[in-house]
Structures are given as structure tokens and as C-alpha cells.
């Protein structure tokens, strides 16, 4: 089993709507959390990080970590065309340079 | 500022051949990162330089293989290529490793298709 399991998708939506990514994971070392959203033929670009549990908000982005159940999310709110890309989930397990351990990513789709 | 940059930004080699790949971090960052993003895999962890050291090598063979220069630039050298090794290879520079969360940034990533 992967440490980070994510849906790959794809995920197709009407621009305006809420979309909802998630993430679980089975390493209970993992602290840091991390959303990167990847447009094709480009390099991933953080979008945000979190490291307790609870709710962080960026705008129309929020992330929400729940590590009792091990599971993450990302909600868009008001989504555009413009948020259609690939959306990566990705954890590590200090704040030492450690590598980030990566989720598949979901296709996200935002339809006019 | 200018951001991770990677060489070439495609490449065609066929089975058995050598590749080399090149990374220039962001201006102050010490640490590089290589990741493997396969079809239908996800972004797999290759290698971590930090201060011109390996520090840590994920689950590939040796063929995979790397170095930093004092000046933190990083080279990828993947030896006696194979079908499976056609991905996008990306670098990723973080600022040291120590303190509190800092961010990877990522570079565009070099294309690699093996024939």
C-alpha cells in the first residue's frame, strides 16, 4: 500500500462550483501537509502547506487536515477554468529536509 | 528572481544509452531534489543533495545517480536506460534544511523518452 493514496480522477465541474480533493495517508510520522497544483508541461507550484489539524484558508483555497483520521483535503471555492490543472496532495514527516512524499495528483477539469 | 531551471526540456535516447540531466537551484538555496514522475505513478523521490552531499536516495537502483557542485548545482545521470525510465524528471530547491518549513520549488522538469 502507498503511503498516499489519492484519487486520480478526473474530476470534471461547471466553473462556479465547489470542488472538494482529498488525500489519506497511512503514516502517522507525517506533519507537514502540502497541496501543489502541476498545469501540463510545467512543474508543481505549492498552493499551501499546513501542519496541525484544523482549517487554513488562502482566498478561494481551503486546506483542512484531520490526523486522527489521516485524511486531507482541499476545497475550491468559486472555481474557474483557470483551476483546471493537476492537484497534488504531499506530506513529510519533519520540518528537516526530508523528501515529499506524493499523492498520484487529481485531474481537475473546471467546465465553462 | 529567477527560478529552478532544468536541461535539456526534452530528450529522446534509446534503451542501454546515458543521460545526463542538469538543475540550477534558486539563487541561495542549498538543497536539490530529483523526483521521478512516471505515467500513472506520481512524483517519486529520486535523490537529496544538501551542501554538495547525497543525503537521502529513494527506492531506485544504482544506475540512478547524481552529484551537487559548490556552486549547488545538481546533475541527474541515469546509466543503461530502460523503457520504464521515459518520465518527466524534475528538481526541486529548497532553502537549507534545518528551521522551520521551507518550501521545494520546483523547475519545469525535463521530458525523457526512452525508445
Redesign the interface.
Known sequence: QKEVE?DPGPLSVPEGAIVSLNCTYSNSAFQ?FMW?RQYS??????LM?T?SSGNKEDGRFTAQVDKSSKYISLFIRDSQPSDSATY?C?MKNS???????????TSLLVTP | EAG?TQSPTHLIKTRGQQVTLRCSPISGHT?V?W?QQAL??????LL?Y?EGEE??R?NFPPRFSGRQFPNYSSELNVNALELEDSALY?C?S?L??????N???????TRLTVL
Not at chain 1, 41 to 46: A, D, F, T, V
Not at chain 2, 103 to 109: K, L, R
Request: proline content about 4%; overall charge positive.
Open positions: 489519492q507537514y501543489y508541461r510545467k512543474g508543481p507550484e505549492l502547506y501542519y497534488l504531499a520540518n528537516s529536509g526530508y523528501a515529499l512524499n506524493f499523492g498520484k495528483g | 529552478v538543497s531534489y523526483y500513472g505513478l506520481g512524483l517519486q523521490f537529496w544538501d543525503r537521502n529513494g524534475l526541486a529548497r537549507g534544511t534545518s528551521g522551520s518549513y518550501e521545494q520549488f520546483f523547475g519545469p522538469g
